[in-house]
């Protein structure tokens, strides 16, 4: 490996382990100062809502006047402090409009690193899955940092405590520092600034493509359920009785690591369609998992297992795959503003949609007392609905979505 491709690698490893390091202890910390879950569901969400506003406007300038890796130098500094200051916070009207102002300067990154990565790299199908692997083993070393490591040095678990919070703020401000050294990503399109291009509407033509239409609507829909994912299984875990699940968590990065390293394998041999396909029908295979998992004996306890570690997988085969495809679909003078778009569509718009709905449902519809535990969820409901809505999904994807296995950039005539 170049000395490029590892500080890329190593780029993708912070940016992945700042998220993990918050996102996924998140649920046990609001717990702790009484949020209520519908509370819960928009502090996730908030990522949903910073994905819809700035990612794509902030890739569409970048496109045409900034270096991206000064852009992620910023946002990272920026956020770092929004981050901070977030985590002194203990109650809802203080907290959440701080984590939105952090998710608004994190959510742009994802499009950028991509950019960056694929703009210095020869071969995105082969050496793009390489260096992305590494912000699955970042988002693992996130899950022991905050998960099993303070109880192997005797603190015991800091998933409630603010700590995560604050090893997120610290990792934003040293890839704020660290993207200095990136190799430098300059603007590639050329044009004045207008409305059009503050919008990101220059990306917009990707949606006259029937098969890059069909392949965003179906992105849109896959992540309303897999929001249930992000903001229900470390709760869900915990309650019926799993220890470390902030730690535990982290084996479906394990998979990850796998199935990514086989990921160009994959494309080349099934073609990117049945690539995706794989990742659509690992996903709801995984809640299946999780509606018969439980911690009563060896048997129903290891499905859990099974469940985290199909979440990688599927994650592999369908977003990593989604980057690539989107990247392969775009004409390079709005490559950015296409990374951009397809992060609106999926942990925009599609995760807004599916945090809000995973709240109001276990809110209102997958909540009861009993005599015996008291107030608890009926968490089988909550994963049967989300399979249910994974096949359905799946079902659209194959009918109307007909791609060449040689996939042709589509013409920009602006």
Same mark, same amino acid.
């Given at each position: 490996m170049n000395k490029i491709n590892i500080k890329l690698s190593s780029m993708m490893f912070i940016e992945w382990f700042i998220w993990g390091a918050w996102f996924?202890?998140?649920w046990q910390f609001l717990s702790f100062h009484n949020f209520s879950a519908s509370q819960i569901g928009l502090c996730y969400a908030s990522t949903a809502i910073a994905a819809i506003f700035s990612p794509i406007i902030v890739g569409s300038i970048t496109d045409r006047y900034f270096a991206a890796?000064?852009?992620?130098?910023?946002?990272?500094?920026v956020g770092a402090l929004f981050m901070y200051i977030a985590a002194q916070q203990t109650t809802f009207t203080l907290f959440f409009p701080l984590l939105l102002l952090y998710t608004l300067t994190y959510m742009p990154t994802i499009a950028l690193t991509n950019t960056i990565a694929f703009s210095n790299v020869s071969d995105v199908e082969r050496y793009f899955p390489r260096i992305r692997v590494l912000g699955t083993i970042g988002w693992i070393a996130s899950g022991i940092a905050c998960g099993f490591l303070p109880g192997w040095l005797g603190f015991g678990d800091i998933s409630a405590s603010n700590i995560p919070l604050i090893i997120t703020a610290l990792s934003s401000a040293l890839l704020g520092i660290f993207a200095l050294c990136l190799p430098n990503t300059p603007p590639k399109s050329t044009g004045k600034i207008s409305l059009k291009v503050i919008l990101g509407l220059d990306a917009i033509i990707l949606l006259k493509d029937?098969?890059?239409?069909?392949?965003?609507? #179906?992105?849109?829909l896959f992540c309303i359920?897999?929001?249930?994912?992000?903001?229900?299984?470390n709760g869900y875990l915990s309650e019926i009785g799993?220890?470390?699940? @902030?730690?535990?968590?982290?084996?479906?990065?394990?998979?990850?690591?796998?199935f990514m390293l086989c990921l160009p394998l994959f494309m080349k041999r099934y073609g990117i369609k049945n690539v995706l396909l794989l990742g659509l029908t690992t996903a709801?295979?995984?809640?299946?998992?999780?509606?018969?998992?439980?911690?009563?004996?060896?048997?129903?306890?290891?499905?859990?297992?099974?469940?985290?570690?199909?979440?990688?997988?599927?994650?592999?085969?369908?977003?990593?795959?989604?980057?690539?495809?989107?990247?392969?679909?775009?004409?390079?003078?709005?490559? @950015?503003?296409?990374?951009?778009?397809? @992060?609106? #569509? #999926?942990?925009?718009?599609?995760?807004?949609?599916?945090y809000n709905l995973g709240g109001t449902m276990m809110e209102y519809f997958f909540k009861y007392d009993t005599p015996q535990k008291g107030l608890t969820f009926n968490w089988g409901g909550m994963w049967g609905f989300g399979a249910i809505m994974i096949v359905i999904i799946t079902l659209i994807f194959l009918l109307f979505f007909r791609e060449k296995r040689d996939i042709e950039p589509i013409k920009n005539n602006n």
């Open positions: 996924v202890p998140l890796q000064k852009v992620l130098s910023v946002l990272c500094l029937k098969n890059f239409r069909t392949f965003a609507f #179906c992105s849109f359920p897999l929001a249930f994912y992000y903001t229900f299984s799993m220890k470390n699940a @902030t730690g535990w968590l982290s084996l479906g990065q394990v998979s990850e690591i796998l709801a295979i995984r809640y299946g998992f999780f509606i018969y998992g439980g911690v009563d004996n060896y048997f129903i306890y290891s499905l859990l297992f099974i469940g985290i570690l199909l979440h990688g997988v599927s994650y592999d085969f369908y977003f990593v795959t989604a980057y690539v495809y989107v990247d392969k679909k775009a004409p390079p003078e709005i490559r @950015t503003a296409a990374q951009g778009l397809i @992060t609106l #569509c #999926c942990q925009g718009f599609g995760s807004l949609v599916g």
